[in-house]
């Protein structure tokens, strides 16, 4: 079976089992929507499938609603706050007699703690929630992607340690192995893909010995032989880097939601705001998603001439030209057209968002902080950027960036820039801070990372002072971060980003001008190369979680193609997947000659990360997700 055919046998069985369970209850019905899956929906089905399986109308949770059936289905996530809402709807509609009937449906799948809130709003006798035998994991966002639009995992799992959404991911898993696998090769990173992969393993145990799955499966040849499964938090890092890659601006500029982006009206020039779908069906946006930034406006440029010239040429045809050039070629061009007219009023838009942040300096102060070089300078740029009251999220950003690079920020700096944060933005942000700590993302410089150096003189001594002030500027006065380790051994930079060739890329830094390539892409490469995760102890030891291989051997009949592995791979991001690291593993593919998918929890960027840390007051000013 190829990739392709798997992608649409995953789609085909989302859709067979959503049908199977709209169809069990009887007659019309309406259907009440989570917002948060009306996007991801909307990707996998259209809206005569729900006409078609007795949808009368459709509606957008909200806590006040009239509906027209007496049957009625909610499709939601597994959230107690939303069981909550439903509960009031239902006990409001009860207390007026009403004889509907309730239904509850949760994607990816039911929890208990549901089960507990309907129980306790005295609701539970009277609503049906589907126990569906499949589970609804994965949404299909392009050819090569994956997700499972989830980025309320994020805070869930890495801030409130809530291990629920751990079992979805292992069943998420076991799905993607019967669809793509058997895996052959499972490579695990971090505490959180040991635990998935873990679980993972028990539930296709606990299939084989109920029957449900073969033992002669493990004699079928896979799609994908190799499986990495990456726990976020190896790498945070990557996502606090600036995007530079039109896909990653796009979706930091109008943020991008189950690869749709909202076209506001003076873009468009309607008097509505147009929803419009990015992915590799644009062909236009296939082209442009992974170049860098600097690249985009010149192939624009060249397409728009080309589709001009194409328009030219249908003036002097005949007839019988015409009417082949109408129904062949006309709809093509006006489609291309109309996409060139949308990324171009795109671009212009990042570039005056951009212009009015001074981005230029914004980046040279990152590529420092990366280079971990110039330090005191960073600070002060950081510290001028909150005082002058920039965007907080990127300032927000560029501060988690230090402490990640550094193993934290030394006490002063870190007292300095959080006072200063919260004076700017708002005291509720002492919150925000809490919940940076915890996760991991701004900490204190513990006493262990700093170098003991040479003891100075005291501050009373002018000459004291002055050593004060180079120890402060001297990297060699400190120990190497965990940072500084793992962008050596992996070779993150190359010597010089000058060397990186941005318009035809050979070197995964290009995502982000040569200063930074994402940790996972560089060891997925390493595992391209050597087959496993042995030759990178070194690296290892100074990621949080573990990090192994497992081989499985094929049964004996395998076919003769099983010897010859397929080059095909597939990553597993628990906690999230960028769009930078998506270009970069694209190009990773590309080079190599691999066949590459990625598959997610949900699809994140610097910036929707932290919004879902922040605790009260207004948002950061960033196009978060919903």
């Known amino acids: 079976m190829s990739i392709s055919q798997s992608f649409e046998l995953l789609r085909n069985s989302f859709q067979s089992c959503l049908l199977n369970l709209l169809n069990s209850v009887d007659g019309l019905k309406d259907l009440v929507i989570d917002p948060g899956l009306m996007r991801p929906l909307d990707r996998m089905v259209s809206f005569s499938f729900f006409k078609d399986a007795g949808v009368d109308k459709i509606y957008k949770l909200e806590p006040s609603q009239t509906f027209a059936n007496k049957s009625r289905i909610y499709v939601i996530r597994p959230n107690l706050s939303t069981v909550k809402s439903i509960s009031d709807q239902i006990n409001a509609e009860l207390r007026d007699n009403s004889d509907r009937k309730y239904y509850i449906l949760m994607i990816p799948m039911k929890q208990y703690l549901c089960d507990l809130i309907l129980e306790q709003e005295g ?221 171009i009023g795109a671009c212009e838009k990042i570039i005056n968002d951009k212009t009015k942040t001074k981005f230029e300096e914004h980046l040279q102060t990152e590529y420092s902080i990366l280079e971990e070089t110039g330090h005191r300078e960073n600070v002060e740029y950081i510290e001028e950027a909150i005082n002058r009251q920039f965007l907080p999220i990127s300032t927000l950003q560029q501060m988690c960036l230090v402490s990640l690079t550094q193993d934290g920020v030394n006490s002063k700096d870190y007292n300095a820039l959080k006072t200063q944060f919260i004076q700017s933005y708002g005291f509720h942000h002492l919150l925000t801070f809490a919940n940076l700590k915890k996760v991991g993302l701004f900490m204190e410089e513990s006493s262990g990372t700093t170098g003991t150096a040479l003891p100075l003189p005291k501050a009373s001594d002018r000459l004291g002072k002055l050593s004060g002030r180079m120890a402060a500027q001297l990297p060699s006065m400190r120990k190497k971060s965990s940072y500084s380790n793992i962008r050596k051994k992996l070779n993150l930079a190359p010597k010089s980003a000058e060397d990186v060739d941005l318009k035809s890329p050979s070197d995964m830094s290009y995502v982000f001008g040569g200063a930074h390539t994402p940790i996972v892409a560089r060891v997925t490469e390493q595992i391209m190369q050597k087959g496993d995760l042995s030759q990178l102890d070194e690296v290892i030891k100074h990621l949080p979680g573990e990090g192994y291989s497992r081989t499985i051997q094929a049964a004996r009949g395998a076919g003769k193609a099983a010897k010859e592995e397929k080059k095909a791979v597939m990553i597993y991001y628990i906690g999230g997947v960028t769009h930078s690291e998506l270009a970069a593993l694209r190009l990773l593919a590309k080079l190599r000659g691999y066949q590459l998918i990625v598959a997610t929890t949900a699809i994140c960027n610097g910036g929707s990360m932290l919004s879902t840390l922040v605790e009260g007051g207004a948002p950061l000013g960033h196009a978060a997700k919903s």
């Open 123 to 343: 609701v539970a006798g009277k609503v049906v929630v589907f126990d569906q035998s499949q589970s609804l994991e994965f949404f299909v966002l392009d050819d090569d992607l994956l997700s499972m639009e989830l980025p309320e995992f994020f805070r869930s799992f890495y801030l409130d340690n809530d291990r629920v959404w751990l079992k979805s991911v292992a069943q998420s898993l076991v799905s993607l192995d019967l669809t793509f696998g058997p895996f052959r090769n499972v490579h695990v990173l971090g505490q959180a893909g040991k635990d998935a992969h873990k679980l993972m393993t028990s539930i296709l145990s606990d299939l084989g010995q109920s029957g449900e799955t073969s033992s002669s499966r493990q004699s079928n040849e896979p799609t994908v032989p190799t499986i990495i499964i990456v726990d976020r938090e190896i790498d945070f890092v990557t996502p606090m880097c600036s995007s530079l890659t039109y896909g990653g601006l796009l979706d930091e500029v109008f943020g991008m939601e189950s690869g749709f982006v909202v076209f506001q009206t003076e873009m468009t020039g309607n008097d509505k705001p147009l929803k419009w779908l990015c992915s590799s069906k644009d062909e236009v946006y296939r082209e442009i998603r992974d170049r860098h930034f600097t690249n985009v406006f010149s192939y624009l440029s060249q397409k728009v001439k080309t589709v001009q010239s194409n328009y030219d040429k249908a003036q002097g045809l005949d007839i019988k030209g015409m009417k082949d050039f109408v129904s062949n070629d006309l709809k093509i061009l006006k489609m291309t057209k109309h996409s060139l007219a949308l990324h």
